[in-house]
């Protein structure tokens, strides 16, 4: 049964930086690309992520957090990284980890393109 648990969020204020971390459990780690999500308080989860790698370290950003940003992973601990740098009130979200078994033959950044979520980790930015 795959798991993947987040953790790392909390509360910053504007310029401020937070590391998140995603542990995943029941799976092949290799077999999978992962990304991360954010939903913002009051919308829909969105439906783009903010940052995607597969096990080859090939990453995709969302134009919104290009240089802020830096998804990593530490294979041998089958643990997915997100440094966010330069937050924003905008970053405010509830942060989600995602996994896809699926091979789109690149780095998916879609989140119909994931089967596998966690329970998130809230990201508080104030001004």
């Known amino acids: 049964q795959v798991q993947l648990v987040e953790s790392g969020g909390g509360s910053v204020q504007s310029g401020g930086s937070l590391r998140l971390s995603c542990a995943a459990f029941?799976?092949?780690?290799?077999?999978?690309?992962m990304g991360w999500f954010r939903q913002a308080p009051g919308k829909e989860r969105e439906g783009e992520g903010v940052a995607a790698i597969d096990f080859d370290g090939n990453t995709s950003y969302a134009d919104a957090v290009k240089g802020r940003f830096t998804i990593s992973q530490d294979n041998a601990k089958n643990t997915l990284y997100l440094q966010m740098n330069s937050l924003k009130p905008e970053d405010t979200a509830m942060y989600y980890c995602?996994?896809?078994?699926?091979?789109?033959?690149?780095?998916?950044?879609?989140?119909?393109?994931?089967?596998?979520w966690g329970q998130g980790t809230q990201v508080t930015v104030s001004s």
């Open positions: 995602a996994a896809s078994s699926i091979d789109y033959g690149g780095v998916p950044l879609r989140a119909e393109q994931y089967n596998y």
């Open positions: 029941g799976y092949t780690y290799s077999s999978y690309c």
